[in-house]
């Protein structure tokens, strides 16, 4: 008999089934088209105990009670089937598990819809690429913690592992897991995002070349920003194109596409009203990147900045963009986790963020030193407000300030757009001010919508009649 099932055998389904296997799990393997499950067998059928199925039936009969049965289909409509495709064959008590990038909201209706058939439901980030699916991912399970109870020595197995650790823990009920992964693959967004304009801030500004780039980043990465991407950077930037000999970078269409998991992070922050800048800024900038016709039409038309340009002095440049990277790099840690924190309230998850931070050590694609820092910080003062304010980042922030506005005038100036960079300054600078001028802000609502204010003097909200006798009233 088989312990779990993997449904679905794409990359990260047959790696996952693979990891599995490798980790003395019995494992069954069924895809709808069954041509999947052949080659599957034929070509890693010795690594473990597989056994295939052509039918749910199949499927089912050669399941251990209760059954665990993880999917991994595209998210979306196809994992719908999926569980209308599966269900009329559990039994009450069997659990379905979506590992794929579910909308969150979509989780919570999947799991009321399967509970209410008897079944259990978890909703699991999945996170690591097709690597870390094979050798070890960054697991962010949510659901019914019984259910969860079930799966937890499979996934925190298969799972990478950090000082010994499992990257794999319960991150709370209904849609937490996939909320929590669409906030990491947000964060994601702001990495990258924000290592593209290092990029494109040194290419300009320095003439640097990718060659030269790719050591840069790989030094980088052996100080506080080393981290995944920055090593994977230095990769992408070091490859040579076979065709032409040329960086590879540099054939590459400049047109980001995404598949929408940092686009619902931001939506979901404007819905709770966290400033997450720095992520929506990324998704705005892969929306710019992909109108390459008008910028190109643009390009030609509309003038950049004139005059002399200081020289930069490359050596100190190079160093201050490595800290305005990590600048700019904490505040988009610091509004993800603060968005995490909203969701918590709002959807009464109870998410540990300490814990979170924890097991996106290792595994992920955002996996970097740094967040054994968020883990401390959080360790400290569980109820931290802003990560920001946790004594290492704030002197962090405190020390990279200074680089980081220098980053930003050489970026002005030679007009290099950083959207991501100059928001997170922004963020920073207005999250440390007592006064902001939304005083104007309000005073304009009143003015033009009698939509009142309240004082710094007196308790109450109040509306000024400025066009008629000036007179300021009392709103209740
Ligand atoms: C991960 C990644 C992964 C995601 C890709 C692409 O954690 O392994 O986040 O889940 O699908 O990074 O996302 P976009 O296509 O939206 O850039």
């Known amino acids: 008999m088989s312990v779990i099932a993997v449904v679905g055998l794409a990359t990260m389904g047959m790696n996952l089934a693979r990891n599995l296997a490798h980790h003395g799990f019995a494992v069954s393997l069924y895809n709808r088209t069954t041509a999947r499950v052949d080659d599957f067998m034929k070509q890693y059928g010795t690594e473990g105990a597989f056994t295939p199925a052509r039918s ?64 259990r439901f978890i909703g699991t980030g999945v996170s690591g690429g097709e690597e870390g699916a094979l050798l070890g991912p960054s697991i962010m399970p949510g659901g019914a913690r019984d259910a969860y109870t079930q799966v937890e020595p499979m996934l925190t197995q298969i ?108 939506q979901s922050a404007l819905d709770l009203g966290i400033p997450v800048t720095a992520i929506t800024e990324a998704v705005f900038a892969r929306f710019l990147s992909a109108l390459k016709a008008d910028r190109q039409h643009a390009s030609k038309t509309l003038a950049g900045p004139n005059g002399a340009i200081r020289t930069a002095a490359p050596a100190s440049l190079v160093d201050d963009v490595r800290s305005a990277l990590y600048a700019s790099k904490m505040v988009a840690y610091a509004q993800g986790f603060e968005q995490m924190q909203a969701a918590s309230n709002e959807y009464s998850w109870d998410l540990e963020l300490g814990s979170i931070a924890r097991i996106w050590r290792g595994g992920c694609i955002i ?68 006064r902001l001028p939304a005083n104007l802000v309000q005073g304009l609502r009143d003015y033009f919508g009698a939509h009142s204010y309240k004082r710094i003097d007196r308790a109450g909200s109040f509306h000024t009649r400025w066009s008629q006798d000036g007179e300021e009233v009392p709103v209740r």
């Not at 909320?179 to 320095?206: C, F, P, R, T, W």
């Not at 052996?222 to 994977?232: N, P, V």
């Not at 400290?380 to 407000?385: T, V």
């Not at 300030?401 to 220098?406: P, S, T």
């Open 56 to 119: 749910p039936q199949e499927l089912v009969a050669q399941l251990e009670k209760p059954r665990r049965i993880l999917m991994m289909v595209k998210a979306g409509p196809p994992v719908d089937e999926t569980i209308d495709h599966l269900a009329p064959h559990l039994d009450a008590g069997d659990i379905l598990i979506d590992g794929g990038n579910s909308y969150f909201l979509d989780t919570v209706r999947r799991g009321k819809a399967v509970e209410a058939k008897g079944l």
């Open 159 to 266: 799972s990478a592992h950090v000082d010994g650790e499992p990257c794999c823990t319960y991150i709370g009920p209904g849609g937490a897991g996939h909320y929590v992964k669409m906030v990491h693959n947000g964060i994601e967004y702001a990495d990258i995002q924000l290592i593209a304009e290092a990029y494109d801030l040194l290419s300009h500004a320095l003439n640097l070349g990718a060659d030269e780039l790719s050591r840069i980043f790989a030094e980088w990465n052996r100080g506080d920003l080393e981290s995944y991407l920055i090593q994977i950077t230095s990769e992408v930037l070091g490859k040579r194109d076979r065709a032409t000999g040329r960086p590879l970078v540099d054939v590459i269409l400049d047109e980001a596409e995404q598949k929408g998991t940092g686009k619902w992070a931001s």
């Open 367 to 434: 996996r970097a030193r740094f967040l054994n820092r968020i883990t401390d910080a959080y360790a400290q003062e569980p109820s931290l407000k802003n990560l920001l304010l946790a004594p290492y980042f704030r002197d962090a922030m405190a020390s990279a300030q200074g680089a980081w506005r220098r980053v930003l005038s050489v970026a002005v100036e030679r007009g290099i757009p950083v959207p991501a960079f100059s928001s997170s300054l922004a963020y920073y600078d207005a999250y440390r001010r007592d």
